[in-house]
Structures are given as C-alpha cells and as structure tokens.
C-alpha cells in the first residue's frame, strides 16, 4: 500500500507565504518523479513543479518549473526522498487553488521496472484578504 498525503495548505493574505508539504509512504521500492500540481476552480489542473527521484534516467533531485511558477515557487525535496516540499511566496489571489501532490513510484519486486501513479488527496490553498 503507498500513500500520498499532502499538508499545509489554508488562508492567507495577498503577499504573504505558505509552505505545503507531501509525503510518499508504504512500501516504496524507487521514486522516479514528484511534483506538485494546483487546480483553481473552473481551470484545469497545472502542473507547478517537479523533481526526479533515484528511479529517473535524469539522476535524483532535478528540479523543474512549469512556465510562470520559477521565482514565487520553490520546490525542494528532504533528505527522506519521499518527502518535498512547496514554499509560496508573495502569493497572489489567483494562486487560490486545490495544490495535489504526485508521485510516480515503483513498489517493487526488486528487479520491476513498473512505475505507476498516485495522487494525494489535495490541499485547498485561499488567497485572500
């Protein structure tokens, strides 16, 4: 059984900051990629930003933005690799979105190459005054 479970989300002020949290748990033989995406109502979902784990061609720990997100967004991943994190800065009303986490991982046996994908549950983030 693996789980995601994303944390951290709530209200919060024009300008202001959050940091979300996810975490990848049960039997995990490999990570290949997290990333976190945001869905605001009435838009579809968007990726914000991504990073590879031990199971990626790419090597471990390559980050990636989507177009827009560098700079306000900042994605990092703890020593626990099933572990990252998304700091927001100076956020904005139309940052207002359900942020879900993702993870492609590998539950084994050991030799398996097969990844597959799980999504957490969501954490509404509010921008507002």
């Known amino acids: 059984q693996v789980k995601v479970e994303e944390s951290g989300g709530g209200l919060v002020q024009p300008g202001g900051s959050l940091t979300l949290s996810c975490v990848a748990s049960g039997r995990i033989l490999s990570i290949k990629l997290m990333a976190w995406y945001r869905e605001a109502p009435g838009k579809e979902r968007e990726l914000v930003a991504s990073?590879?784990?031990?199971?990626?061609?790419?090597?471990?720990?390559?980050?990636d933005y989507a177009r827009g997100m560098e700079g306000r967004f900042s994605l990092s991943r703890a020593n626990d690799k099933g572990t990252v994190y998304l700091k927001m800065t100076n956020l904005k009303p139309e940052d207002t979105a359900v942020y879900y986490c993702?993870?492609?991982?590998?539950?084994?046996?050991?030799?398996?190459?097969?990844?597959?994908?799980?999504w957490g549950q969501g954490t509404q983030v509010t921008v507002s005054s």
């Open positions: 990073v590879t784990g031990d199971g990626s061609l790419r090597g471990p720990g390559k980050i």
């Open positions: 993702y993870a492609s991982i590998n539950r084994g046996p050991f030799h398996s190459n097969d990844y597959s994908d799980y």
